[in-house]
């Protein structure tokens, strides 16, 4: 697992629920890029996403 993989757990266990946003803006990555570490977090079993409105929720599982 990268480094950029494991701060995003990390920063989902203190935040409890993030959006691709948020993700991408403390990590100071682009959004896409956010969104491509969320959706393989997703494969790997550790977080899941729940779309509301028209915002992506990263949780863990």
Known sequence: MNIHKKRILNFIKRKKVV???EVAKHLKISW????????????????DKIKKERVNLWMLK
Do not use: F
Request: aromatic residues 6%.
């Open 19 to 21: 959006t691709s946003s």
């Open 32 to 47: 896409n890029t956010a969104e491509k570490y969320l959706l393989e977090l997703i494969i790997d079993g550790k977080v």
